[in-house]
């Protein structure tokens, strides 16, 4: 019976969320107050990898945790960052017990990005490491891996990839897979550099080739910067965000005839990097794959609407089948 879970994408060092001990023991003292029957024998899974730039992701997931408590929900933790090194919860999980980044760069002899991407090679050659650990879950739990921030780890390198793979495979773990990438909304301030960001988000998505969500995050950074009006074309990009560019106006760039940037320390500005936004954009606009939804992490409601689309994907309350209820315990409704 297949598994069900969720990708989200964020900053380096995402995902400093409760401990196992903590819910178990918030766990308990909800189930003296309420019990929970499900026929399945389903396990959700938050999957949380890192995007481009930081996008809040800890706090998302921390924002995340709380919601599912209140919602007498659990949670699972796991950091697959082997450079971590402090947790604001400790971690159910950590890779750093199988290898560490500093482990690999030393014996080894490799750098940081080298020595990470040894490391997650370690790890898919040790995936017992992961389901020795998550096969005695039960249905309830909503496990949150903790990726490090490098986006070429989910944009062109297959290591990661071949994790969701692994993950969904009926012959392994046969999970359900949503992917949630996170893009801070201050990129909204500079188109070139939204366009970037969401470039990345679509590559991710090619790549892992799991249903996904995006997410503009932060917002509570923006509300004051960006008329909410202004904000809903973002939702959906198109080339149409550059012909109204604010600060492509502020910078005054015109064209001179060579393409040129008149100002050597503006970067990505000029009639050329004009062009190639542009055509940036219109890649990003042929596919239409890119749709942002927008999180605040201060706002309950926010974070609660996006669990809702991650639910939906996921088919999670489907998998939460009611008990049956005995001969005995059945009340037909009398004729009116």
């Known amino acids: 019976m297949s598994k069900y879970g969720v990708m989200v994408m964020g900053p380096a060092g995402a995902g400093k969320v409760s401990s196992h001990h903590h819910h178990h023991q918030q766990q308990q003292q909800q189930q003296q107050q309420h019990h929970f029957h499900f026929q399945s024998s389903m396990l959700t899974i938050l999957l949380s990898v890192s995007g481009f730039a930081p996008a809040y992701g800890s706090t998302f997931c921390a924002s995340l945790i709380t919601h599912l408590n209140l919602n007498r929900r659990s949670a699972f933790y796991v950091n697959l960052d082997p450079a971590a090194e402090s947790f604001e919860h400790a ?33 898919m050659e040790n995936l017992d490491f992961l389901t020795e650990a998550l096969d005695s879950l039960t249905e309830e739990y909503l496990i949150i891996f903790d990726m490090p921030g490098q986006i070429e780890l989910y944009t062109h390198i297959p290591i990661l990839p071949a994790l969701a793979r692994f993950l969904s495979n009926p012959g392994n773990l046969d999970i359900r897979l949503c992917a949630a990438y996170l893009l801070e909304a201050t990129f909204v301030v500079d188109r070139a550099k939204f366009f970037a960001g969401t470039l990345s988000a679509m590559s991710a998505m090619i790549m892992l080739e799991v249903p996904h969500l995006n997410v503009l995050s932060k917002m509570d950074l923006v509300k004051d910067q960006v008329r909410k009006k202004d904000l809903k074309r973002f939702l959906t990009p198109d080339t149409g965000l550059l012909d109204d560019d604010p600060v492509a106006v502020a910078s005054g760039d015109v064209d001179d005839g060579r393409g040129d940037v ?48 991650i639910d939906d994907i996921i088919q999670y309350h489907e998998a939460q089948e009611p008990k049956e209820l005995a001969d005995d315990e059945f009340e037909p409704q009398e004729e009116a």
């Open 262 to 309: 008149h100002d050597k320390d503006l970067v990505m500005r000029g009639k050329s990097f004009q062009r190639l936004n542009r055509a940036v954009a219109g890649l990003i606009e042929s596919f239409s794959m890119v749709n942002y939804l927008k999180l605040d992490v201060t706002d309950e409601d926010s974070v609660g609407a996006i669990l809702s689309y």
């Open 91 to 123: 971690p159910d999980l950590d890779i750093k017990d199988l290898i560490s980044l500093h482990d690999a760069m030393e014996e080894v002899g490799l750098g940081p990005n080298g020595g990470l991407i040894y490391c997650f090679e370690f790890l």
